[in-house]
């Protein structure tokens, strides 16, 4: 469960963050949401592949962490395994929301059922008074991906735009097994290429080639959570 609550001196003067209690708060999420910009920081640990939203048909790119819904192959005992967080994780427990007063505007919240939230241990988030240096860090970043995830927006509907991303299903060896996986969008390389120039050079103008790149070249990684997958079940049994 979470409780997101808008931040306020007056009503969290005494609470804390402590960021050094684990994972396990997203060990049961076997895909997150990423922005374009950590596609690179990504896919050095994980495929980064596309979702398609159901009801609104819009697509979503996320890190893959896991082969099945409920596995996270990315936390073991707690910690990370790999060498990336993707933001969503490294915010939390931090979100921005709609203001009360405004729809429009966006305020700083917490989730305060997190397990990190307390009054004893971490960092305060309010000194005498005002933020502290802490909150305002977080909150720089949380503002950043929040204006990232906008531009995010722009670079999946421009690849939706050119008919770029396709549906494929992906197969991955786990020990003697193969498990599919289906329902995975990708950039089709093929299409990509049949761009005629105007098309591909605005591309290379907007910056967001090494982006796509990053996404095609991740897809090898899926390799790397089959073995997880595979050395996980072998230390449990």
Request: net charge negative; no cysteine; proline share 3%.
């Amino acid at each position: 469960m979470t409780n997101l609550v808008a931040l306020s001196v007056e009503q969290h003067a005494d609470l804390k963050v402590n960021d050094n209690v684990g994972f396990d708060h997203v060990s049961n999420q076997h895909v997150v949401p990423i922005v374009a910009h950590e596609f690179t920081q990504v896919a050095s640990d994980v495929p980064v592949v596309f979702v398609k939203h159901a009801e609104t048909g819009q697509f979503q790119p996320v890190a893959m962490l896991g082969l099945q819904p409920g596995e996270n192959l990315l936390v073991k005992d707690g910690k990370w395994q790999g060498m990336y967080i993707p933001g969503i994780i490294a915010t939390f427990p931090f979100r921005l929301m709609p203001a009360d007063q405004d729809q429009q505007q966006l305020v700083l919240a917490l989730d305060t059922d997190a397990k990190q939230v307390g009054t004893d241990e971490g960092m305060a988030l309010f000194q005498d008074g005002a933020e502290s240096e802490y909150l305002a860090n977080r909150k720089n970043a949380i503002t950043a991906y929040f204006e990232h995830s906008q531009v995010t927006q722009g670079f999946v509907q421009l690849l939706s735009e050119l008919d770029l991303l396709v549906e494929r299903n992906l197969t991955v060896e786990v020990g003697d097994q193969k498990i599919n996986l289906n329902g995975l969008y990708l950039v089709d390389e093929q299409k990509l290429n049949e761009l005629d120039d105007e098309k591909f050079l605005d591309l290379r103008k907007r910056g967001v080639l090494a982006v796509i790149y990053a996404h095609l070249n991740s897809i090898s990684q899926i390799r790397r959570l089959g073995k997880l997958k595979s050395e996980q079940g072998e230390a449990a049994a």
